[in-house]
């Protein structure tokens, strides 16, 4: 099965820079990949703390927080439960905003482990 079909060679490399970067920060999430999405669960809840989709230019970053955490949120695109779940977005749209991005994955994940 092809991973993340709708990325960039650029979107993938950053894909990587995260991932690596997160794991680095916090061993109690764990990477997943499939066609269209990566995922970051939390072992400690079994469930998934964001959803990253990346795309040729963009990777859209998913997350639990709501939108009064940081300015840079977005409200979902998506709605119903998936809206209820993941009220926010945040758009990866350089290597600069890797280090915002990895923060809200941090963050979202502690939310997640207080629900």
Sequence with gaps: MDTL???????LKWIEKIKSEIKRRNSSLIYRESKYWV????LETNRKAV???????????????????????K???A???????????FLIRSEEAI?????LIISSYK???QL
């Design 39 to 42: 995922s970051f669960k939390n």
């Design 75 to 77: 409200p979902t695109p």
């Design 5 to 11: 079909i709708t990325s960039s060679p650029i979107t």
């Design 99 to 103: 280090v915002k991005a990895v923060k």
């Design 111 to 113: 939310l997640d482990l």
């Design 51 to 73: 959803y990253l989709q990346p795309q040729k230019k963009q990777i859209r970053l998913f997350t639990k927080l709501d939108l009064t955490f940081d300015n840079s949120l």
């Design 79 to 89: 709605s119903g439960s998936w809206a209820d779940t993941f009220p926010s977005i």
